[in-house]
């Protein structure tokens, strides 16, 4: 699906596809990079969803997969590195008729961003986290990340990494996040709909995604994903019961699952239960509470 009726009929709004959320810059990721089906799939998503470019704001760190908002047609921002979040978070609460999605890799967002990570999910900020989880720094050219598995050989592991590897699906869930899903970024039917779950959903929103790095992490190959994952819908997973998403989060081996793991049946995001926020549209179009010449005054300070 590439259209809606939000977005058809006398409306006066135009129908777009996928296409029209191609950036002017092309990627320049290597060839076979999990993140161009990720690219894909966000693309296909927002379409299927009826937004347009002007409604959604797309925000990310640092990293080969931060780069994805020059690809993308819509506004954006390229951030500090393990710093997208807090940018976020500023910007829903400013505009939160805006559609906010952030996109990051493992390093970025589990390790350098870590911190934001864990408060933006229990504030349950209405944003959409996409994560592309290579398992390894890429853009560095190849040290392990916070997902990275014991024992993985890298440049800054030659004789294997003795760190236990972070699981961002059990680590969002305690933490608070109201939708917890991981993708698979060789599955781009199955991700676009994951991403359009969690646009929709009205609260933090985690999708995690297997996106390989066909350059520097010749362990978590598309041939190692392609032979084990399964789709937690085909077992009729209870996405409201957080002990079973946890349990099936844990499970690591010949079956790795992708999927909704968990999904809040009473999600309240920050915005709405922040009473400035209830009446008189965003902050940004609202006016000032200052003089024009006290306004002048604070940008001048700042500049």
């Given at each position: 699906m590439t259209t809606t009726e939000r977005n058809t009929g006398d409306s006066g709004v135009v129908a777009l596809?996928?296409?029209?959320?191609?950036?002017?810059v092309d990627p320049d990721?290597?060839?076979?990079?999990?993140?161009?089906?990720?690219?894909?799939?966000?693309?296909?998503?927002?379409?299927g969803l009826g937004l347009q470019p002007h409604e959604i704001l797309t925000i990310s760190g640092i990293g080969c997969s931060s780069n994805l908002p020059g690809y993308?047609?819509?506004?954006?921002?390229?951030?500090?590195?393990?710093?997208?979040?807090?940018?976020?978070t500023g910007a829903k609460l400013a505009n939160h008729e805006l559609t906010v999605v952030v996109t990051g890799g493992d390093g970025d967002g589990y390790g350098i961003g870590g911190n934001h990570f864990t408060h933006t999910a229990r504030r349950n900020i209405d944003l959409t986290y996409i994560v592309m989880n290579n398992q390894i720094y890429g853009l560095t050219?190849?040290?392990?990340?916070?997902?990275s598995r014991d024992g993985m050989k890298t440049k800054s592991t030659p004789f294997g990494s003795v760190e236990m590897p972070v699981n961002p699906?059990?680590?969002a869930i305690m933490n608070?996040?109201?939708?917890?899903?991981?993708?698979?970024?060789?599955?781009?039917?199955?991700?676009?709909?994951?991403?359009?779950q969690a646009i929709e959903h009205k609260g933090f929103a985690l999708v995690d995604v297997f996106s390989p790095c066909v350059t520097f992490n010749l362990?978590?190959?598309?041939?190692f994903f392609k032979d084990r994952v399964v789709k937690l819908e085909d077992e009729e997973h209870n996405t409201s019961d957080w002990k079973l998403a946890c349990e099936k989060a844990m499970v690591w081996g010949e079956t790795i699952y992708t999927g909704v793991f968990f999904q809040s049946p009473e999600s309240v995001s920050l915005g709405r239960r922040e009473p400035v926020l209830d009446d008189g549209g965003p902050l940004a179009f609202r006016e000032l509470g200052l003089t024009e010449d006290q306004a002048n005054n604070i940008i001048r300070r700042m500049m």
């Open positions: 596809t996928a296409r029209d959320f191609k950036g002017a990721w290597c060839p076979g990079c999990g993140d161009f089906g990720v690219l894909n799939s966000l693309q296909r998503a927002v379409a993308f047609n819509s506004y954006g921002m390229h951030t500090l590195h393990g710093r997208s979040l807090a940018v976020a050219t190849g040290q392990i990340s916070p997902t699906i059990t680590s608070g996040a109201t939708f917890v899903a991981r993708g698979y970024s060789g599955d781009v039917r199955h991700l676009t709909d994951l991403m359009q362990d978590n190959t598309h041939n």
